[in-house]
Every structure is written in C-alpha cells, then in structure tokens.
C-alpha cells in the first residue's frame, strides 16, 4: 500500500546531541512537510518542499533543518536539541496538482524525548 | 492571517448520543477543509475533506457541512461509541495560488462512556 512512513517511531536523545529524523513516502507526491505537536496542541507546521523548493516557516527556530534529497525521502535535523523540542513531528504529503479535492497524508510520527 | 479555532476543547457523552463538533476560521478564501482523528500518541487519520465548492460530505455515520461565508464547519458523529474516542482536528487549506499550506485548529477531545 502507498504510504508515509516514519523512523524511528519512537527516539531518545541526549541535551544538545544532534538528531536526524526521516521520512519517506510511496505516494509519489509533491509536497512534503514537516510538523512539531506538543500535548494537546494543535501541529505546527516548521516548513514543507514543494519538490526541491523549501519553504520555512517564519516563527521555525534555526536549530530545526530540513532535507529533501529526492522525491521519497525528507529529513528533519535538529542541531542541538533542548527540552522545549521534546514533542512528537509528524510528516505528511500531498500531491500538490492544484485541486480542490487534494488532502494531506500523514506517517505515523516520531515521538522525540530530550535527556 | 488565518486562524482557526475549534469548540468545544473537550466533550465527554455517553455511548449512542449524536454530537457536534465545530470548527471556524477567520479567512473564507480556502480550498477545502479537512477533518483528522489524532489517537493518543498516534499520526492524523483522514476523515472528510470537503471541498470549497461542496456544502457537505458523508462518511458512514461522520457528516461534515462547511458555510465558508460565515467560516463554519461542523462534524456530526451520529450514534456515538466507545470507539469514537480520540482527538479530533479540522484544518483548512488556503486558496493562495502556490500555496500549499494547511492551518490546523487545536482539536476537540472526545471521549464516548460505554
């Protein structure tokens, strides 16, 4: 089946280690993005591609980088990661082609826990 | 800037009551709404998306309507069930040509008693 998928589901990391999130995808789609949710809050969006082009988001810390190195696969780098980025980050896709009917398809999300 | 809030944060009902969840948004100009389940600790599932052009979209016992006028959407669960519980979200895309971003609202909790 098509799919978004994330790994790890689940990773632990140390105060100030850098840490590399992935993500691919079946779908053959456009769009790629990138979002941090915390408890109970609604998924913030940090930035998305649209093919190779990247787009942050203004407010998205600069400890956060992206890659994007084909089509499937798109990577979420944190530099130096603090307790404040202890959340889970949820990928997604979308075809992009312009038309109303598109949605979002989401992975399964990391869940990231700061040390 | 769009913003979108929904209402209300929390709902608890017993099993086989109809409910109604709401969701606004302040800039009419979108393409569609979509509607999310969020389990605990899980990714977004798809429920409904409705389109700018449509009134509503069905889905077994999920109907959700969408004013765009007025910036109201509403996702009515009929005979609710203990599995019905989750977190549920609504966000809109907006109309923007090259725009592919989606704003979500915070989400309503659901939790159906047995």
């Known amino acids: 089946d098509a799919m978004v998928i994330q790994n790890p589901r689940y990773q632990v990391t140390q105060f100030g280690k850098p840490v590399t999130l992935s993500c691919s995808q079946t779908l053959n789609h456009n769009v790629m993005y990138w979002y941090q949710q915390k408890s109970s809050q609604a998924p913030k969006l940090l930035f998305h591609y649209y093919d190779k082009d990247f787009n942050n988001e203004a407010d998205t810390p600069d400890n956060f980088q992206s890659r994007r190195p084909n089509t499937s696969f798109c990577f979420l780098d944190i530099r130096s990661p603090g307790l404040g980025d202890a959340a889970m980050y949820l990928c997604a896709t979308s075809p992009a082609g312009g038309h109303e009917y598109e949605t979002q398809y989401f992975g399964p999300g990391t869940r990231l826990l700061v040390l | 800037k769009q913003e979108v809030t929904q209402i209300p944060a929390a709902l608890s009902v017993p099993e086989g009551e109809n409910l109604v969840l709401n969701c606004s948004f302040t800039?009419?100009?979108?393409?569609?709404l979509q509607w999310f389940r969020q389990d605990p600790g899980k990714g977004l599932t798809s429920l409904l998306l409705i389109q700018s052009s449509q009134r509503e979209q069905t889905s077994g016992r999920l109907n959700a309507s969408l004013d765009k006028s007025s910036g109201r959407s509403t996702l009515y669960i009929a005979a609710s069930q203990p599995g019905d519980s989750a977190t549920y979200l609504c966000a809109v895309r907006r109309a923007t040509s090259g725009t592919y971003k989606y704003i979500f609202g915070t989400g309503t909790r659901l939790k159906v008693l047995a």
């Open positions: 800039d009419s100009a979108i393409y569609n």
